[in-house]
């Protein structure tokens, strides 16, 4: 699985599965909590999980059928225990820092509007500047810092507390918690509060119930980020006035460059704020009517409540150019219904153990929600309330929307053994699926796996090295239909003035997009071969894991003819393949007295590649074609743009001036303009000249996890590398060829005494029908993503407990956190920002500092 994280408060992580490449329908994996789906794990309180388990291979998939397709992720929370009442609080706090990178001030603006102005002969400070506030400021010295002051430190703490009690026939485990996070910019935080009550009940010897519930309610302010407004304006002029109020345009003479504080001047300019409530309730009986024989059934749901209200006065950031506020406010409400039925047989004869199991379940999401917004509210205090009071002279817009899906599944598994040696286990699920064409929803998965217990065989006693040694082998079938609900109905969109005469009637047509009455399942067949070794009484155990999957009938939008009036039409058209290489590699390193040393050593290598797409066609260019282009041959996120080899340098002039934009009477390249490959040799510089640069697939990727131990000391320290992604590192882009902009100062541009081949030299005057709008700027966003860090450094204390047992705690610990202490990237123009992240403007470098406290009484 691949973890990208994110800097904005209560947002949901990313985690996608790399060896179960789709286009465009989902590849997140499955969550189960507790024996159900559910749509993340995020809201769970990690003090209540017990275990998380990932299934990746075809066969242990196959089970869970079209959801299992991208992974299963399994977390079982925590039971109570029979004995005495033991209560836990979990505590901890944090700090994040983060390391900005400095835009151009004083003198080293100066410097680039300077040079910008060189270039057509303009040598006087007076004319460089766009009016008298800015020359007034470059004489007083006023200057601003942005980006150090819309930055801030962020926070986190947690709060949680758990009883764990029981008896021989009934358990009970209760806990509630308390999370904050504030972000790294000033208004933005987030704050959860859970609740959890897990309880089994022994009825006989042959039957047990239990029920586990949980209620999460979230509240999250957000802001627009002012970070690319803070990375581009100039920082003439001043942030504050004489009363420490900040000023809503730093000049007083320009009052179309607003100030990327607006925002903060009161809660009333901008507020986007959240609620969330979630709950998940779910039951369970379990009979044993006879020996061997098992029967569960469990139910459960999961309902969730959203309501989303967004207001932005008419001088915040986001509405200053129109000068008009607006508001909107959203409620959504989800439920999800899971039904499933297991019957459980085992038998043992001899050496000979059999498992036989079946499986009915039943999946059905409810999803309702309601929208309005409008623009003019008269009163600031209102917000996004009181909606129809906004003004009529504006639009004001409602809007509902309602959608189910469910999905109806019969499973069996057989599992048999010899002695525990030879290993296989069948698998064959029925999946019908509602978001796809009623001829074409239900599908048939099969699997099968095999397995060697080599070790057990009596050839190997005499390999006293050898202390574990597994082959295994498995391959499947697997189904995606994770797509929008109704992909096989057309959209129709009303309309008016369609009239007869003088006589305006309503009328209906087709939206962007029309149904598909034939869409299907996309199917991916995986095989795996896996191999688990351990030597020296297993102080050293490897695995290693090789997969191979092909997934074909992608569900892909289907572009149409103009002449049609719709845009698309989803389609089962296309294909890809992906192969990966897994190690996994854990050692004892040194266990001698109070002191023990292990390390986990991981390594994945993965490809990706689009093998088929519509028509024989070799690219599927889109809207932006230099990010979201699909090209055959290449991973499914790819990079498609000039290939950029440097800079035009001086010994070069005549070479540049040879190659043109576009035609012969295009621009003519100069010393200092950004030098980009003439792919096909025509002398001309067009789009023709567009190829594959990377893709976010990295090269291979690894961790190596050390724990040390001493008497009541611990310390864990997690590093990771990624080699060979490609990042689009947006905020490169803010840099302004024409001088008049702003840019961050890691930037080095070209001069005639800096002969740089990072970035091109500013013109004063550029024109976006030549140089400054020359598309092959757009080379200068996608750079090596390659990178290493430290990414945990964990220091814990444990206090001993009393030898006369009459301590009153079972256990105190204490503990330190550093996150993120080292980044190391490859590429010196993204040193201050997180390769981990994409390399985004909104992720910069960050650090948390953690202190916990764990107490068991």
């Known amino acids: 699985m691949t973890i990208r994280g994110n800097k904005s408060p209560g947002e949901r992580t990313n985690v996608t599965n790399p060896n179960r490449p789709t286009i465009f329908a989902s590849n997140r994996p499955l969550y189960i909590l507790d024996g159900f789906q559910v749509e993340g794990i995020d809201a769970v309180n990690p003090n209540d999980i017990e275990s998380i388990e990932i299934l990746k291979d075809a066969s242990s998939t196959a089970i869970y059928g079209a959801q299992g397709a991208n992974g299963v992720v399994i977390v079982t929370t925590k039971k109570g225990s029979a004995g005495r009442v033991k209560i836990n609080y979990d505590a901890f706090y944090?700090?994040?820092?983060?390391?900005?990178?400095?835009?151009?001030?004083?003198?080293?603006?100066?410097?680039?509007?300077?040079?910008?102005?060189?270039?057509?002969?303009?040598?006087?400070?007076?004319?460089?500047?766009?009016?008298?506030?800015?020359l007034a400021a470059v004489q007083d010295g006023r200057f601003v810092d942005w980006l150090d002051l819309v930055a801030n430190n962020g926070s986190q703490q947690s709060h949680n507390i758990s009883v764990n009690a029981g008896s021989e026939k009934t358990t009970v485990f209760a806990s509630a918690g308390y999370f904050r996070e504030e972000g790294m910019l000033r208004g933005n935080d987030f704050n959860r509060y859970?609740?959890?009550?897990?309880?089994?009940?022994?009825?006989?010897?042959?039957?047990?119930?239990?029920?586990?519930?949980?209620?999460?309610?979230?509240?999250?302010?957000?802001?627009?980020?002012?970070?690319?407004?803070?990375?581009?304006?100039?920082?003439?002029?001043?942030?504050?006035?004489?009363?420490?109020?900040?000023r809503q345009f730093p000049l007083p003479d320009d009052e179309t460059t607003i100030s990327p504080l607006a925002d903060e001047r009161n809660d009333l300019v901008a507020r986007d704020n959240s609620l969330n409530t979630n709950i998940v309730a779910n039951a369970y009986v379990e009979i044993t009517p006879v020996k061997g024989l098992t029967f569960t059934s469990r139910i459960g749901t999961n309902l969730g409540f959203g309501r989303s209200g967004v207001f932005n006065d008419m001088t915040s950031l986001?509405?200053?150019?129109?000068?008009?506020?607006?508001?909107?406010?959203?409620?959504?409400?989800?439920?999800?219904?899971?039904?499933?039925?297991?019957?459980?047989?085992?038998?043992?004869?001899?050496?000979?153990?059999?498992?036989l199991t079946g499986i009915t379940s039943y999946i059905q999401r409810d999803g309702e929600s309601l929208?309005?917004?409008?623009?003019?509210?008269?009163?600031?205090?209102?917000?996004?309330?009181?909606?129809?009071?906004?003004?009529?002279?504006?639009?004001?817009?409602?809007?509902?929307?309602?959608?189910?899906?469910?999905?109806?599944?019969?499973?069996?598994?057989?599992?048999?053994s010899y002695k525990g040696k030879y290993l296989l286990t069948l698998s064959g699920r029925r999946d019908a699926a509602?978001?796809?064409?009623?001829?074409?929803?239900?599908?048939?998965?099969?699997?099968?796996?095999?397995?060697?217990?080599?070790?057990?065989?009596?050839?190997?006693?005499?390999?006293?090295?050898?202390?574990?040694?597994?082959?295994?082998?498995?391959?499947?079938?697997?189904?995606?239909?994770?797509?929008?609900?109704?992909?096989?109905?057309?959209?129709?969109?009303?309309?008016?003035?369609?009239?007869?005469g003088d006589v305006p009637v309503n009328y209906y047509r087709f939206g962007g997009r029309i149904g598909n009455a034939n869409l299907g399942w996309e199917r991916t067949t995986a095989f795996d071969l896996g191999l688990d070794v351990g030597v020296f009484n297993n102080r050293i155990n490897a695995t290693i894991?090789?997969?191979?999957?092909?997934?074909?009938?992608?569900?892909?939008?289907?572009?149409?003819?103009?002449?049609?009036?719709v845009e698309d039409v989803y389609e089962n058209i296309g294909e890809t393949k992906s192969k990966a290489l897994e190690i996994s590699l854990n050692s004892q390193n040194i266990v001698k007295g109070d002191f023990k040393w292990s390390s986990t050593l991981t390594f994945t290598r993965s490809r990706e590649r689009v093998s088929k797409l519509i028509d024989g066609r070799d690219m599927i260019a889109n809207s932006a074609p230099e990010r979201n282009s699909l090209l055959l041959g290449r991973p499914i996120t790819s990079f498609y743009t000039y290939d950029k080899l440097?800079?035009?340098?001086?010994?070069?002039?005549?070479?540049?001036?040879?190659?043109?934009?576009?035609?012969?009477?295009?621009?003519?390249?100069?010393?200092?303009?950004?030098?980009?490959r003439d792919v096909n040799g025509d002398g001309f510089i067009t789009s023709a000249d567009m190829i594959y640069v990377g893709s976010t697939v990295p090269d291979w990727f690894g961790g190596l996890q050390n724990n040390f131990s001493y008497k009541g000391f611990d310390l864990g320290v997690f590093l990771m590398v990624r080699y060979g992604q490609t990042i689009d590192a947006d905020f490169l882009g803010r840099y302004n060829p024409s001088g008049t902009g702003n840019g961050p100062e890691i930037i080095d541009y070209w001069t005639p005494e800096n002969p740089t081949n990072d970035f091109p030299r500013p013109r004063r005057n550029a024109t976006i029908s030549g140089y400054a709008g020359y598309t092959g700027y757009q080379a200068l966003n996608f750079v090596d993503g390659t990178f290493f860090k430290i990414k945990n450094v964990t220091l814990g204390y444990t206090l001993p407990k009393s030898k006369s047992g009459n301590s009153v705690y079972d256990r105190i610990r204490v503990y330190a956190t550093a996150n993120n202490l080292l980044t190391v990237s490859k590429s010196h123009l993204i040193r201050d920002y997180d390769p981990e992240a994409g390399g985004s403007e909104n992720s910069p470098l960050s650090r948390s500092f953690v202190f916990g406290l764990n107490v068991g009484f």
């Open 94 to 134: 944090g700090v994040n820092t983060f390391d900005f990178p400095k835009a151009r001030t004083g003198e080293d603006y100066l410097r680039l509007r300077r040079e910008a102005a060189r270039t057509i002969n303009i040598t006087d400070d007076a004319a460089i500047f766009d009016g008298p506030g800015e």
């Open 194 to 246: 859970n609740l959890r009550l897990n309880i089994d009940q022994k009825l006989a010897s042959w039957a047990k119930v239990g029920a586990n519930s949980q209620v999460v309610y979230s509240r999250t302010n957000n802001r627009r980020s002012p970070i690319g407004q803070a990375t581009q304006i100039s920082p003439f002029g001043e942030a504050y006035d004489e009363n420490g109020i900040v």
């Open 318 to 355: 986001t509405q200053n150019n129109t000068r008009i506020s607006v508001a909107s406010q959203s409620t959504s409400n989800t439920q999800y219904i899971n039904w499933d039925n297991i019957l459980n047989y085992n038998k043992i004869i001899g050496d000979h153990n059999i498992t």
């Open 371 to 416: 929208f309005a917004s409008g623009q003019g509210q008269v009163l600031a205090s209102q917000l996004y309330y009181n909606l129809s009071a906004t003004s009529t002279a504006v639009t004001r817009s409602i809007g509902s929307t309602f959608d189910r899906f469910n999905n109806m599944a019969y499973a069996v598994r057989a599992n048999y």
């Open 434 to 500: 509602s978001r796809l064409s009623p001829d074409n929803r239900v599908d048939f998965f099969p699997s099968a796996a095999i397995a060697w217990n080599v070790f057990d065989e009596s050839f190997m006693k005499n390999i006293k090295q050898i202390s574990n040694l597994k082959l295994r082998a498995s391959y499947g079938a697997s189904g995606n239909a994770n797509i929008s609900p109704y992909s096989t109905q057309s959209l129709l969109v009303p309309g008016v003035n369609m009239g007869f």
């Open 545 to 565: 894991d090789w997969y191979d999957a092909t997934t074909s009938d992608v569900l892909l939008p289907r572009s149409l003819a103009f002449s049609t009036g």
């Open 646 to 676: 440097g800079i035009w340098q001086a010994d070069e002039a005549a070479q540049a001036a040879a190659l043109r934009v576009n035609s012969a009477t295009g621009y003519a390249f100069q010393p200092g303009d950004i030098k980009v």
